[in-house]
């Protein structure tokens, strides 16, 4: 293994041919030449000469260049042309002729084949299942060029061996004319989108063609299928953008809808807030009022000669103390307290009582 590898190794600056197939006669000739000279006369001459023998006759078509081809194994059969046998493959019959018309088709297996009386092998034909790849372009009803592949499998009948071989010289060419005429005639009748959707029903119809046609040559059509369809690349790259920016429209929908449900839930939430807040303050006031009433009833029965007036006097000035004083121990304190004389609570206190007189007047 590792000087095969050596053997086959090249190095830089020069190229391995191989002429030959290991059917030819001469097997695979493989030899090493500087890559300067691959158009040199001289090589050109050796490559055409070793072809020679691969190349097909011009004047035949495919299946007569097999027979051809098959005749020329059988001559090197002489052991068994002298016993007047031949061996046909499984999943093959062989076609057997008297003086050059057919006779009859034989089955897998071991035949006499008396040459001596007139009989030969025409020829072989494989029964497997085959497949046909066929690439068509054609136009969709909206003007867009796109390159439809279809793959056709197929085998040979056995029990019309005989038109299959005879009637028809080259099945795949056949086959591929019928699978472009019904290409051509469904999708220009569709838009591309539509051709896309309707893959199947133009397999189907391109399969019910082929099914009459080469029913009559001995063929089966077993199944078609539309494996892709390739439109144009600069017309893929438009879909995909258009694809794409229907996404992004889609999304930016989502996301608006998705921040105005943020906003309202933040706008009732702040609403629900502020009512509570409401709420509490005025329960906070509530508490402070009969705070108060409960300190003013209590003095003026514990202090016998003051009045309301006098105990919420004092109450203010208490109170603008305690406020002072928290002023005073801030250290960063930045709020201004005016007026700040101690005078100004009386003051204060008139402003309020006169505000409530004026209340009470007005409900009156």
């Known amino acids: 293994m590792v000087e095969e590898k050596k053997r086959k190794k090249v190095k830089k600056g020069w190229l391995a041919v191989q002429v030959g197939t290991e059917d030819d006669d001469r097997g695979i000739c493989r030899f090493v030449i500087p890559i300067s ?25 495919h299946v007569n260049w097999k027979r051809h081809r098959f005749r020329e194994k059988q001559k090197k059969r002489r052991m068994g042309n002298v016993f007047c046998c031949v061996q ?78 005879y009637k028809l010289s080259n099945p795949r060419t056949q086959i591929q004319a019928y699978v472009f005429d019904v290409i051509r005639a469904s999708v220009p009748k569709l838009d591309l989108d539509d051709a896309f959707e309707q893959k199947n029903d133009i397999a189907k119809a391109v399969e019910d063609e082929l099914e009459k046609a ?17 439109p144009d690349e600069h ?3 438009a879909m995909n953008e258009i694809n794409a920016a229907a996404r992004l429209r889609v999304a930016a929908n989502e996301k608006a809808e998705a921040e105005k449900i943020i906003q309202i839930k933040r706008a009732e939430g702040e609403a629900e807030s502020k009512y509570l807040s409401g709420v509490g303050i005025a329960r906070q006031r509530q508490a402070i009022v009969d705070g108060l009433r409960d300190s003013v009833l209590g003095f ?21 103390f305690d406020t002072m004083k928290e002023i005073g121990a801030a250290s960063k304190s930045s709020s201004v307290f005016i007026p700040h004389g101690p005078g100004a609570v009386r003051d204060i206190a008139t402003q309020i009582r006169d505000g409530l007189l004026q209340a009470s007047q007005h409900h009156v």
């Open 37 to 61: 000279h691959l158009y040199h006369p001289l090589l050109k001459r050796l490559l055409e000469k070793k072809m020679e023998p691969m190349k097909a006759p011009t004047t035949e078509s």
């Open 88 to 165: 046909v493959d499984q999943s093959t019959v062989a076609i057997k002729e008297r003086f050059g018309k057919f006779h009859e088709v034989l089955e897998p297996g071991c035949h006499c084949l008396p040459w001596c009386l007139g009989s030969q092998l025409a020829g072989n034909l494989t029964l497997r299942l085959q497949q046909l790849d066929v690439r068509c372009e054609t136009k969709t009803k909206d003007n867009v060029f796109v390159n439809v592949v279809a793959s056709v499998q197929y085998r040979a009948l056995a029990e019309k061996a005989n038109d299959a071989f």
């Open 214 to 230: 080469m029913s009559a040559y001995g063929y089966e059509i077993v199944q078609t299928l539309i494996v892709d369809i390739e």
């Open 235 to 237: 017309v893929k790259r």
């Open 300 to 320: 003026s029965v514990n202090v016998p000669g003051t009045t309301a007036k006098d105990v919420l006097d004092m109450v203010l000035i208490t109170q603008y």
